[in-house]
């Protein structure tokens, strides 16, 4: 009861601050596609920064990045930079600058659908507002990987055969996130949950921290670092 008062409160504080006289003016819906080819890069810096809406990211993609975006809102229209220097490209996909004038009706639209290439190393950094986010990172090639969530639904899926190892940085802010962690190579998971609720499936426990059952076995481990906000937790093992 008390985690559930907590998150109704700074919901509601955050529902204050965004509230004003105007609200957004919300024109015809637009949906455009987007392609970015890797070029000569051989490893990629991949930032993603999304204020308010609705992320699906997933890889697979013929490019570096095929996208489509989805919106109401024009000046929300999303930037999309790449730049390539010697053998290392650098990937920006953002909603642009926006000060809150109101909150969002709910005929707001404002959807991103991004795949990411397999093929080349990628260090990738997601940065979330308010929203829903499903991030499929299975059959990436990820050399590191930070997540910082907002306010809102999200569920970061970490399933596969991982080839190489790296770090995960999780941050959660407000709602509920759900970590789904690879059972065929180690995982090691620190917690520095705060305030939030955590709920623990088909992991071992050592001490304030969980692994997995090959983790002592495996030539391949993925390190994770959960730093929790107000909200719900939960880690499991995929299927």
Known sequence: MRHKLSLLVMVGVMVFLMSGCNRFLVGPTETETRTIELGKAETVQANIEMGIGELNLSGGASNLLDAEFTYNVA?????VI??????????NVKQPA???EGIPDDDVEYTWNLSLSNEVPLNLDIDLGVGESNIDLAGLNLTELDVTTGVGQSTIDLSGDWDEGFD??????????????PREVGVFVELNTGIADVEVFGLVREGDNYRNDVYDQSDVTINVEVDG???QIELRLSE
Do not use: N
Not at 75 to 79: A, I
Not at 82 to 91: A, D, F, H, Q
């Open 75 to 79: 000046e929300w229209k999303p930037e």
């Open 82 to 91: 790449y730049e390539v220097s010697g053998s290392r490209g650098r990937l």
């Open 98 to 100: 926006y000060e809150f």
């Open 168 to 181: 995960v940085r999780i941050k959660g802010g407000v709602g509920d996130t759900t970590i789904i962690l």
């Open 229 to 231: 906000g107000i909200g």
